[in-house]
């Protein structure tokens, strides 16, 4: 079992950044994929962006690509999403995701169906 807690959320006017993390419990967080996807007010959840056990492969939505960062320290079991260049569409809970099974880019096509864990979000608003 995996436990997945976010933080970093918050509000920041367009143009700014934030720094989300995810921690997680357990040994074996480091073997599995992760990502992080998004869910706007009275949208659909969508992907954000996804990465391999090893950190070498990444995965980005068009939307955030050039603008988000995903990163990952295994020796700290933790997930990261490093966002800049903010936009008022950007508004939406972050969540983090993690699967020992679906690799990155399996991940990054579900729109998070079928993945094990999760937590349970952080908030992040864009104001303009």
């Known amino acids: 079992q995996v436990q997945l807690v976010e933080s970093g959320g918050g509000l920041v006017q367009a143009g700014g950044s934030l720094r989300l993390s995810c921690a997680a419990s357990?040994?074996?967080?480091?073997?599995?994929?992760a990502g992080w996807f998004r869910q706007a007010p009275g949208k659909e959840r969508e992907f954000v962006a996804t990465?391999?056990?090893?950190?070498?492969?990444?995965y980005y939505a068009d939307s955030v690509k050039g603008r988000f960062t995903i990163s990952r320290d295994n020796a700290k079991n933790t997930l990261y999403l490093q966002m800049n260049s903010l936009k008022p569409e950007d508004t939406a809970v972050y969540y983090c995701?993690?699967?020992?099974?679906?690799?990155?880019?399996?991940?990054?096509?579900?729109?998070?169906?079928?993945?094990?864990?999760w937590g349970k979000g952080t908030l992040v608003t864009v104001s303009a």
């Open positions: 995701a993690a699967d020992p099974f679906k690799t990155t880019q399996t991940m990054s096509v579900s729109r998070g169906y079928g993945i094990n864990y």
């Open positions: 990465i391999s056990a090893s950190g070498a492969i990444t």
């Open positions: 357990g040994r074996t967080f480091s073997t599995y994929s």
